[in-house]
């Protein structure tokens, strides 16, 4: 008998995409969601169970009421994310391995547990404790308050600990997140690495030419992303260079989008569908991600997917799927003159990158890692 895996996720990360190549392959259980289901793509005919009141509440507060009329987003967040938990938890009723994500896994996992289940959980992130020292030295450069933007308190960093202790297996996209862990005292043999992917009927290479001189960033504009090197790397550039920003800017960075906004060669995009970005990502002779913290950074697989090769910073997480000189390098998070120069020879030298990094393949290595097969007399086979 085959087992089918149980997913939980508020939101359709990367998760939802891992749930669509298992339930392909007749081997997802059931998804929990978050959204409602009418927010998913390509659902059709996927075991999905929603709990959705919640996360449309949260959502609608951060979208329509100033920040100081409600609660904290660390309050919010943890009151959607603690009501989705028990919910699913109270679903479960067999042994099959379930997957979820911090801050959403504690009583799941419980609940698993007891009933005979494996238990993994997913890090989209790095530790919370790790990340908060790397973000927080940021912004002490720059000279902001980084407990005025923390998304982070102490019962948020309480319970992932609880969740770390619970889990039997630690899903992490990158060695970096690995390192991370072991670090944070978690045992080596408890950990898998398997990177994300790219959804290929959006990110792959298409018909387009790309535009000459033509950089690309993608992400929300944070000073985690590396903001302040960019600052520095912008004026080293030739002056036919253009850098487009695709994503959300935050209060934090307001002031830098503003001061280059001014500027001819930079040009700031907003947020963009997956669609858009995509086409982006196609036109853009290089991505840059040059970020201060990082754990995988999921558009770098995006961009590869598009034949755009990328340069990432030494903090980058998908650093481990860039082969220097062909498609792409990895360059020190805090060198503005290395990133100035890689960044003019990848254009005086454009080049279509190759490879496979679709969910399709992340997926068999998940199953490689993780999946077995109980056989009618009682044994398991791997």
């Known amino acids: 008998m085959a087992q089918k895996f149980i997913i939980s996720a508020t939101n359709p990360c990367h998760l939802y995409e891992m749930a669509r190549e298992l339930h392909s392959l007749n081997r997802l259980g059931r998804y929990y969601s978050g959204y409602p289901i009418w927010k998913l793509k390509g659902s059709e005919r996927m075991p999905i169970q929603c709990y959705s009141a919640r996360t449309l509440l949260v959502y ?43 801050g959403q896994a504690l009583e799941t996992f419980r609940i698993a547990k007891r009933l005979g289940a494996k238990t993994i959980l997913s890090h989209a992130t790095g530790p ?85 001189k033509q950089i690309l960033f993608a992400g929300q504009l944070t000073w985690r992303k590396g903001l302040r090197l960019l600052d520095q790397v912008i004026p080293l550039l030739s002056p036919e260079v253009e850098i487009e920003f695709a994503g959300p800017f935050l209060e934090e960075s307001r002031e830098w989008v503003r001061k280059w906004s001014r500027d001819p060669r930079v040009k700031f995009l907003g947020p963009l569908s997956s669609e858009r970005l995509a086409e982006k990502m ?92 109980v056989t009618d007399d009682g044994e398991v086979e791997k």
């Open 128 to 212: 919370l404790q790790t990340w908060i020292h790397l973000v927080k030295e940021e912004f002490q450069r720059v000279g902001s308050s980084f407990d005025r933007f923390s998304p982070v308190d102490s019962e948020t960093l309480s319970r992932h600990q609880e969740e770390y202790e619970v889990a039997d297996f630690h899903w992490v996209p990158s060695q970096i997140v690995k390192a991370q862990l072991i670090q944070g005292g978690i045992a080596e043999e408890r950990i898998r690495v398997i990177a994300f992917g790219a959804n290929p009927t959006i990110y792959h290479q298409g018909e387009g030419v790309k535009r000459s």
């Open 282 to 373: 196609r036109k853009a002779q290089l991505l840059i991600l040059p970020s201060v913290e990082e754990s995988f950074g999921l558009v770098v697989v995006q961009a590869l997917s598009c034949g755009t090769p990328c340069l990432v910073s030494d903090r980058v997480g998908a650093q481990d799927l860039i082969i220097s000189g062909e498609n792409g390098a990895i360059l020190s998070w805090d060198s503005p003159e290395s990133w100035s120069q890689a960044i003019e020879h990848w254009l005086r030298n454009p080049r279509q990158t190759q490879g496979d990094y679709s969910w399709k393949r992340q997926s068999a290595l998940f199953l490689n890692e993780f999946y077995t097969t």
């Open 60 to 102: 609608g507060l951060l979208k329509f009421v100033p920040e100081r009329y409600r609660f904290s987003n660390c309050s919010l967040f943890r009151w959607q994310d603690e009501a989705f938990d028990r919910a699913v938890a109270l679903s479960l009723s067999d042994d099959s391995p379930v997957v979820a994500i911090p």
